[in-house]
């Protein structure tokens, strides 16, 4: 008994050192107290988290008649206790919303118990207390707000400013403490850089021109090289595909093929051409509504039309017909503004300022196309559906010759295009089709910027012209988070696709700002964006972490090194093609089918129409980019998926960052990575070389870096090992090198060559191998 009671008194000292210890490392990671709290981004964030869902836009949830998103209610006398008011400026003990965040009295305290949404911490309510005193002064909400180009900040140490990005950076990182990187060697620094200006490893030629190259230009011309590559246009669309939600069949039970490739071919040459983003977008929200549209720009329009489809029987035409519309209005909310705007589809949005009548005031501009929900014979699937853009072999040939077309036949692809009668909208109640409410006639958000019928339509023209409008506070600044997001694996707000009060606020709002309006006023150049991020030091430090850094802040937040990233699935892919020599680098053209598993499609198939069983292709479609892998969307490329790619069937700005045993064993046994092994492994035998250059040769090809000692010793150990192995008939090479349909090259040596087979495996199951840095 003596043992149990020491044994639970000790129990019970360990739990409470624990306890005070989570107590001490709360109250000491609190940040400092702002001498001048805002409630941008100090009370703000605070009440959209614990007291909007009874007090904020939403007037169907809203408590005791009181708004905390607005002054006017805020200030005003509560209708339910007399003679008190929720807030008087410069005076908290007399405001009823301090003296309930900070009382104990459980029923009185706010936020109510029963609601679950927690109490708010010492720290939360001293900012509050701080606030008030201040004088409890709104603000629009930061997004909201058109950005303005602040002066450069003030630094003390200027030693790695390579442009205006690093002031930012740097005048963060001196004020909470933080040390900068050096820059990066440059192997690592190259393969950086070709990864995220075009999705490819840089080749040997690159790498050898880039290390010889001593001039202090050298980085800058290689930087201008990358981008004018076709690849560039290819890496760059893979983020904007995602948003577009592309794929390469309809969806739904049939999920039958479609063609909306061209459209694909087009976002690829538009970032090729560089066309200035506001171009890009008017194209493709109303393209077909220019004065003397042309084919192209009709086929922008494209980027709406690639949502769902049912081709099934027995559905209620408008019933479908109505989710279409609310998929492009999600979509453009979400992909283009970076609002929550489909919360707001079937009442008031909880936390922004976005009624369910501006949700349907929206709605109305995607509400009038001769799009149908549904179309004809269940047995006949076409491959576009109304109302169809059709492209001739010979308006390929001389007008829209991005096309990469496979035959000369005619090509069909679902755009947008208006009806000649207005079709009216109404706001749908709880969002359901056949419950209209109020007529509602088309409007652009007003919280954002006002919609101004005088000077824009009221059709998806005015809606472009008003989205790229330098006034509107959000096109732009998406726009770039979203690039910044793409290079750094977070924005600068770390919710992408949600600005809203529920999103993250910014971490350098100034340089976020900064950014916008001078993308704006440089034209919106997208090349000169990437090209301006790229060449800055916060860009070119190394990824070596600093415990004393990581102390202070250890998610980076503050980019204090350059972060480690996987790269996308699709690059991946090109990773494994491209070192291996495998890669087929033609562009664009009909999506292709290389290996899979077998079974999938037809387990998850109806039994009708041309993708019921998947039919793999053959030659040169087999090592295609892994952009050009075709997508079915109820049963995605599983390889892709493994490694966070998007299923596509509805807009995504953010790809989730996962780590699992399913990547690493994709990685060890997928046909296509046995098969570069093979292929490079056969190659590099036809060198007059030892098998230590051998191994070395291809460790630089796929990690792009030359193998230091270490490694080296562990890959030549490994390769004499596998080599033993074959000679004594334990393993059996012809059997090993038996995969893929790339025809074999003949060596001298097949033990040899399938132990070098080995050890290429063995260094793309390196993880350096598909990580950025």
Sequence with gaps: MKFKFLAVISLLLVVMISWLACMHKDKSGDPAMPDQVSYNFSIRPILSDKCFKCHGPDANKREAGLRLDIPDSAFAPLKETKGAFALVPFKPEESELYKRISSTDTSYQMPDPSAHLGVLSPYEISLFKKWIKQGAKYEPMWSFVKPVKAPLPEIKDKKFVKNEIDYFILAKQEQLGLTHNDEADKERLLKRLSLDLTGLPPSEKLMDQFMANKNANAYEATVDELLATPAYGEKMAVRWLDIARYADSYGYQDDNIRTQWPWRDWVIHAFNENMPYNEFLTWQIAGDMLPN?????????????????????GVIPEEYRISYVIDENKTFGRGILGLTLECAQCHDHKYDPISQKDYYQMFAFFNNTKEVGYEGDISTSKPAKNPILTISHDEVKNLLSFINEKDTGKLMVSVMGERDTLRKTYLLKRGVYDQPGPEVYPAALKSVMPFD????????????????????????????????????????????????????????????????????????????????????ATYRQSSTLNKDNYKIDPENVYLSHFPRLKVKAEFVRDIILASSGLLVNTIGGPSVKPY????????????????????????????????????????????????DASNRDQCEVTRSQTNTPLQALMMMNDPTVLEASRVLAERLMEMNSTPDAKINKAFRRIICRVADTKEMSILKTYYDEQLTEFRQKQLDAVATMDVGEYPHTKTPDANSTAALMKVIEMIYNIEEAIVKT
């Design 293 to 313: 549209a042309t084919k192209e720009q009709i086929l922008a329009t494209a980027f709406f039309r690639n949502n769902k489809y049912t081709e099934e029987g």
């Design 453 to 536: 019928t005088l000077k824009y339509p009221r059709n998806r023209l005015g809606l472009a012209e008003w989205t790229v409008n330098k006034n509107n506070p959000l096109t732009a600044r998406v726009f770039v988070n979203d690039v910044w997001q793409e290079i750094f694996g977070v924005g600068l707000v770390k919710t992408a696709g949600d600005f809203g009060m529920q999103g993250k606020l910014p971490s350098h709002p100034k340089l976020l700002d900064w950014l916008a309006v001078d993308f704006m006023n440089h034209g919106w150049d997208i090349k000169r964006l990437v090209k301006q991020i790229v060449m800055s």
């Design 596 to 643: 899979q598993p077998k079974g999938l499609w037809a387990m998850a198939s109806s039994g009708r129409g041309e993708l019921a069983t998947y039919k793999q292709d053959k030659g040169d479609d087999l090592y295609r980019r892994g952009m050009y892998t075709f997508i079915k969307l109820t049963v995605p490329p599983p390889s892709m998926i493994l490694f």
